[in-house]
């Protein structure tokens, strides 16, 4: 009889544990590369955007041999800037996990988290259609001078940029939303 008179109380310690393991803070690494000679000795900063303009720093460290690693723990995900030297350099996602972070003088990129992938994926695909965009100004223009009507290079023109413009919306509403709404904050004016 005693045992079930204990129920509750087990019932409520466990309950509480659940809470407090629940509502423990989450690790994250950043685990960077870059042009060794290019950066070495250079400060690399983690910050996110607090305020109007406003950013505060979470964690910095300096690149050393080309590499450079940042830990910390966190409550919630959010979104952050590497910054190099004061020069904003490129968007991370802060979650738990390890990411993968390489800057050189041709790309950046980010790995090895779910958010980060996703929006790693995202800005490569929008890169690619940002390029086509920007061949088909090209386009416009050798078919301009190889004589094709006025009609038809608009109609061509028109028709690309539509199917192009409609690859981006679907890219942009496939995106998680918290992707999403970060980086339409994050470029609009302030």
């Keep these: 009889m005693q045992s079930i008179n204990k129920l509750p109380v087990v019932v409520l310690w466990l309950s509480a544990l659940l809470m ?6 989450h690790n994250y690494i950043v ?3 870059t042009d060794a000679s290019v950066f070495q000795g250079s400060s690399i900063a983690l910050k996110v955007l607090t305020g109007r303009y406003q950013w505060t720093s979470l964690d910095s460290c ?12 966190m409550d919630s995900v959010v979104f952050a800037t590497l910054f190099l030297d004061d ?5 991370i996602i802060i979650e738990p996990g390890i990411l993968h972070v390489n800057i050189s003088s041709l790309s950046l990129s980010a790995s ?3 958010l980060n992938n996703e929006l790693y994926d995202f800005l490569g695909r929008r890169n690619e259609l940002q390029t086509r965009v920007t061949e088909l100004g090209h ?27 409609d690859s981006m919306d679907l890219l942009l509403h496939n995106l998680t939303p ?13």
Aim: charged letters at 15%; glycine letters at 8%; a negative charge.
């Design 139 to 165: 386009t416009e223009s050798q078919m301009i001078m190889d004589g094709a009507s006025t009609d038809a290079v608009h109609h061509y023109v028109d028709s690309v940029y539509s199917v192009i413009t």
């Design 87 to 91: 020069i904003p350099v490129m968007p």
């Design 62 to 73: 300096e690149v050393t041999h080309g590499m450079f690693v940042m830990k910390g723990r």
């Design 31 to 33: 685990k960077g590369t």
């Design 20 to 25: 407090l393991t629940s509502s423990c803070q």
């Design 178 to 190: 918290f992707i999403r709404d970060h980086l339409i904050a994050f470029s609009s004016p302030h």
């Design 112 to 114: 090895g988290t779910r």
